[in-house]
């Protein structure tokens, strides 16, 4: 019954944010990371925090530990597992597959689609230790966004996730203004 009764009061919560805002502005499209490859941005990534809007936050909303493994699929495309633990280090695994279709334009441009869902994915800055990606969809007049900093590692230097913190400002991708949030990755690995 708790469930029942938090899931009301947050969809109440939502529904009065989003009709005192109501339309959001609508998604950035902010450039590629420079020279992306696919292959390059392969592999094993640790997100180390992200700005989000309510429609991802509700999903991800008791995720720790949370990772994203990049795969190949051929022609530029590729698929995204994106994991997480419940609450804990040792709580329940959750994984949700998207699939990345490269989209036209430059570099580090895809469509992300999980199921019926569909949204901008773009990786604005990649090297071998570090990534940025933003993805961000619209659906009747609401925006949803996220701007996510990963790693190869756990961890980042602070002074490095506060230049990319910068950037999301600099690029304004965070048009509402919300706050980053750091991922858990204590006691993860």
């Known amino acids: 019954?708790?469930?029942?009764?938090?899931?009301?009061?947050?969809?109440?919560?939502?529904?009065?944010?989003?009709?005192?805002?109501?339309?959001?502005?609508?998604?950035?499209?902010?450039?590629?990371?420079?020279?992306f490859?696919?292959?390059?941005?392969?592999?094993?990534?640790?997100?180390?925090?992200?700005?989000?809007?309510?429609?991802?936050?509700?999903?991800?909303?008791?995720?720790v530990c949370t990772q994203i493994d990049v795969g190949l699929t051929g022609g530029g495309n590729a698929y995204a597992a994106n994991k997480c633990r419940?609450?804990?280090?040792?709580?329940k695994l959750t994984i949700a597959n998207g699939t990345l279709?490269?989209?036209?334009?430059?570099?580090?441009?895809?469509?992300?689609?999980?199921?019926?869902?569909?949204?901008?994915?773009?990786?604005?800055?990649?090297?071998?230790?570090f990534s940025i990606e933003y993805d961000c969809g619209e659906e009747l007049g609401v925006t949803n966004?996220?701007?996510?900093?990963?790693?190869?590692?756990p961890t980042m230097?602070?002074?490095t996730l506060q230049a990319f913190i910068q950037l999301a400002e600099d690029l304004d991708l965070n048009p509402q203004k919300l706050p980053f949030k750091r991922t858990n990755q204590t006691g993860c690995w």
Not at 18 to 24: E, I, L
Not at 40 to 54: C, D, F, R, V
Not at 102 to 124: Q, R, T
Request: overall charge neutral; hydrophobic content about 40%.
């Open 145 to 153: 966004y996220c701007f996510h900093v990963l790693s190869r590692k």
């Open 86 to 91: 419940n609450k804990t280090p040792s709580g």
């Open 157 to 159: 230097p602070e002074s």
């Open 37 to 63: 490859a696919v292959a390059s941005y392969a592999g094993q990534w640790y997100e180390i925090g992200k700005i989000q809007t309510a429609g991802g936050a509700f999903f991800e909303r008791n995720c």
């Open 101 to 129: 279709t490269a989209a036209a334009g430059d570099g580090g441009h895809f469509v992300e689609s999980f199921g019926f869902s569909k949204v901008a994915y773009n990786v604005i800055f990649l090297n071998e230790t």
């Open 1 to 35: 019954m708790r469930g029942v009764v938090a899931v009301a009061v947050y969809v109440a919560v939502a529904c009065v944010a989003v009709a005192s805002a109501w339309p959001d502005e609508p998604c950035r499209h902010p450039d590629g990371a420079k020279g």
